[in-house]
């Protein structure tokens, strides 16, 4: 019989982490993630994140906003309060591509540190980097999933 193609979990309902982990193999992963995503936003109102609960929540920002508009949309959005951690999640978890690709794109804004909502992106480096967004956001979208998609041992957030 043909694979059938997986569901998409609708989202985070309660479960532990363990019963998310453990839907992989009747749900697609990219949905286990999101739904990892919304677990974790959650515990941080209740309790400070470990190390790897804030690289996940980093590189879900990353891959989300990548996929949906680009580097451009990852540091104008909320996301960017990642910003400054990016990089150093992508290397921890082995993703040294996305991981240079990303620093290129902080080097091209010229970013320093923590990206505000007041301080904004400034215009002029705006248009520079619409330039190179598109090229840069391609390659990493094409890297980063399946790199997610090889983590299935999450027994660091358990």
């Given at each position: 019989?043909?694979?059938?193609?997986?569901?998409?979990?609708?989202?985070?309902?309660?479960?532990?982490?363990?019963?998310?982990?453990?839907?992989?193999?009747?749900?697609?992963?990219?949905?286990?993630?999101?739904a990892l995503e919304q677990a974790l936003e959650q515990l941080?109102?209740?309790?400070?994140?470990?190390?790897?609960?804030?690289?996940?929540?980093?590189?879900?920002?990353?891959?989300?906003?990548?996929?949906?508009?680009?580097?451009?949309?990852?540091?104008?959005?909320?996301?960017?309060?990642?910003?400054?951690?990016v990089v150093q999640a992508l290397k921890s978890i082995s993703?040294?591509?996305?991981?240079?690709?990303?620093?290129?794109?902080?080097?091209?804004?010229?970013?320093?540190?923590?990206?505000?909502?007041?301080?904004?992106?400034?215009?002029?480096?705006?248009?520079?980097?619409?330039?190179?967004?598109?090229?840069?956001?391609?390659?990493?979208?094409?890297?980063?999933?399946?790199?997610?998609?090889?983590?299935?041992?999450?027994?660091?957030?358990?």
């Amino acid at each position: 019989m043909p694979n059938q193609p997986q569901e998409f979990l609708s989202g985070y309902s309660g479960e532990t982490i363990e019963e998310l982990i453990s839907k992989a193999s009747d749900y697609r992963i990219d949905s286990i993630v999101l739904a990892l995503e919304q677990a974790l936003e959650q515990l941080s109102v209740e309790r400070s994140l470990t190390t790897e609960e804030s690289i996940v929540l980093t590189i879900e920002a990353l891959e989300r906003e990548v996929n949906n508009g680009g580097y451009l949309q990852f540091f104008e959005n909320s996301s960017r309060e990642h910003a400054s951690s990016v990089v150093q999640a992508l290397k921890s978890i082995s993703c040294p591509q996305v991981a240079e690709l990303t620093q290129r794109a902080i080097a091209t804004l010229h970013i320093q540190g923590e990206i505000t909502e007041a301080a904004g992106l400034p215009h002029f480096e705006l248009l520079t980097f619409r330039k190179v967004s598109r090229v840069l956001s391609q390659s990493a979208a094409l890297i980063l999933l399946p790199r997610m998609v090889s983590l299935t041992d999450w027994s660091a957030l358990r």
